[in-house]
C-alpha cells in the first residue's frame, strides 16, 4: 500500500501519465461523440464548399490525432516523472506505448493494403498510344493505360503522379472529353489531395470509429475543388460530358482521385459546370460556429492533461523514499 500511495503522488507530480493514459482512452471517443452531433452540419454545408472540404476533414482527423498528443505527452512526462521508479508507472506507460504501436501498425497497414493495389494497378497498365501521349502531354499528366472494359480515369501515387486510364474510357470519350478528364486529375495532383486524403485517412484508421460521412463529404467538395480548377484550362462541357460519360466508374481505394466513381455527387458537380457556378461562399456565422465547435472539442480534450500539467513539486517523491 505504502508503494501504491507513493507511486500515486509521484504520478500526481509529474502531471501527465496516469491522467494521459485516462485521457488517451476517454478523450479521443468523447470528441468523436461530439463530432458525430456536429457532423449533420457539415454534411448540409453544400452551399459553401470552399469551406465544407476543409472543417469535414478536420473533423474526421481529429479523434486520432488527439489519440496520437495525448500518448505523445504521456510517454514524454512519463520520461521526466518519478512515475517510472515504481512498477505500476512501469505498467502505464507500456500500456500508453502499446496502444500507440497498436493504433500506428494499424493504420499503417492499412496504408499499405492501399499502396500495394496502386501498384498492382500500374504494374498492369501499359504505355498509353501516341494518341493518347499526345493528348496527356497537352494536359501536363503522366498517363498509363489499362486492358479494362469498364470506364474509369483517376490519379496514382502521391509521388510523380500519374493518371490510369481504362481502355473503356479511352474508347468512350473523344480528344477534347479525354483532355478535359486528364486535367481534372492534373488538379488533384497540383492541390495535392492525394497526400491530403492519406493524412486524412491515416488518422481516421487510428481507430475503429466511424467517420464515412465526413470522408465522402471531404471527397465531395474536393472532386468540385478539382472540376474548377480543370474549368481554367478545359471546355466546362467537354469537362461535364467526361463526367457523365464515366459515372458510376470502378470504386477505388482513398489512394486514388478517381474522376466519377460517386453516382451521387455527379449531377451536382454537371449543374455546377453547365451553369459556370464558382464555388458559393456561405454564411459566415455558420463557419464560425462550426469552427468555433471544433476548437472547443480540442481545448475540451486536452483540458484534463494541461490540467495536471501544472507545476508540481515532483522532486519531493525521491525524498519520501522512492527507488533509486
Not at 507530480?13 to 458525430?36: D, E, N
Not at 478535359?180 to 497526400?195: F, I, K, N, P, T
Request: glycine share 6%; aromatic share 6%.
Amino acid at each position: 500500500m505504502a508503494d501504491l500511495m507513493l507511486f500515486l503522488h509521484a504520478c500526481n507530480s509529474a502531471g501527465m501519465l496516469l491522467t494521459s493514459l485516462c485521457g488517451l482512452i476517454l478523450m479521443p471517443f468523447a470528441a468523436w461523440a461530439a463530432i458525430r452531433r456536429l457532423t449533420p452540419y457539415i454534411v448540409r454545408m453544400t452551399d459553401d464548399t470552399p469551406w465544407q472540404a476543409p472543417l469535414a476533414s478536420i473533423a474526421a482527423t481529429i479523434p486520432g490525432a488527439l489519440f496520437l498528443s495525448l500518448a505523445a505527452i504521456g510517454l514524454a512526462g512519463a520520461s521526466s516523472s518519478g512515475c517510472l521508479n515504481f512498477l505500476w508507472g512501469r505498467i502505464l506507460f507500456g500500456t500508453i506505448l502499446s496502444l500507440t504501436l497498436v493504433a500506428i501498425t494499424r493504420a499503417s497497414s492499412i496504408a499499405a493494403s492501399r499502396g500495394g493495389e496502386v501498384r498492382r494497378l500500374i504494374r498492369l497498365s501499359e504505355p498509353p498510344s501516341r494518341r493518347i501521349q499526345g493528348i496527356a502531354a497537352r494536359a501536363e499528366v503522366c498517363v498509363r493505360v489499362l486492358n479494362y472494359a469498364r470506364p474509369f480515369c483517376a490519379l496514382a501515387r502521391i509521388f510523380s503522379p500519374l493518371v490510369v486510364i481504362s481502355r473503356g474510357t479511352v474508347e468512350r470519350l473523344n480528344d477534347d472529353e479525354l483532355g478535359a478528364a486528364l486535367r481534372h486529375e492534373r488538379a488533384h495532383a497540383v492541390r495535392g489531395d492525394l497526400l491530403l486524403a492519406a493524412a486524412l485517412h491515416f488518422f481516421v484508421d487510428l481507430l475503429p470509429l466511424p467517420a464515412k460521412d465526413l470522408i465522402d463529404t471531404y471527397a465531395g467538395a474536393r472532386e468540385l475543388a478539382a472540376d474548377q480548377h480543370a474549368s481554367r484550362h478545359a471546355s466546362r462541357e467537354d469537362l461535364a460530358s467526361a463526367i457523365l460519360s464515366l459515372a458510376g466508374s470502378k470504386k477505388l481505394a482513398p489512394s486514388f482521385a478517381s474522376l466519377a466513381e460517386d453516382q451521387s455527387g455527379v449531377r451536382p458537380r454537371v449543374m455546377a459546370l453547365l451553369e459556370a457556378r464558382a464555388q458559393r461562399s456561405g454564411p459566415a456565422v455558420r463557419r464560425l460556429v462550426v469552427t468555433g465547435a471544433l476548437l472547443a472539442i480540442v481545448g475540451l480534450s486536452f483540458s484534463p492533461v494541461v490540467l495536471s500539467a501544472a507545476p508540481h513539486h515532483a522532486c519531493a517523491v525521491t525524498q519520501m523514499g522512492a527507488p533509486k
